[in-house]
């Protein structure tokens, strides 16, 4: 079992920053990748990107490319996103995950963290 806390929404305007916190706790081994994603009101959920812990990272989405940043620190079992540049459209409720390596899909859900960017 893997248990997962969001933590760092908020309500900012246009053109701010924020940093989303992910504290992992639980069985999670070196290779597991540790996801973001989001999901808008009235849309499907949103990967953002994910990151395993020794620090490789996938793609971002393009929505957020150039603005958002992943890092993890591995000795405090956390993962960050750094969102630069918010836009209203990145409202959204922000979700970290997690994928064992060996289950190869996203098994472990936190809770969410509400986002809002006002124009």
């Known amino acids: 079992q893997v248990q997962l806390v969001e933590s760092g929404g908020g309500l900012v305007h246009a053109g701010d920053s924020l940093r989303l916190s992910c504290a992992a706790s639980g069985r999670t081994s070196m290779s597991d990748q540790m996801g973001w994603f989001r999901q808008a009101p009235g849309k499907e959920r949103e990967f953002v990107v994910a990151i395993t812990w020794t620090g490789i990272i996938s793609t971002y989405a393009d929505s957020v490319k150039g603005r958002f940043t992943v890092s993890r620190d591995t000795a405090a079992n956390m993962v960050y996103l750094q969102m630069d540049s918010l836009k209203p459209d990145d409202t959204a409720v922000y979700y970290c995950?997690?994928?064992?390596?060996?289950?190869?899909?996203?098994?472990?859900w936190g809770q969410g963290t509400q986002v809002t960017v006002s124009s």
């Open positions: 995950a997690n994928r064992p390596v060996l289950v190869n899909h996203w098994a472990y």
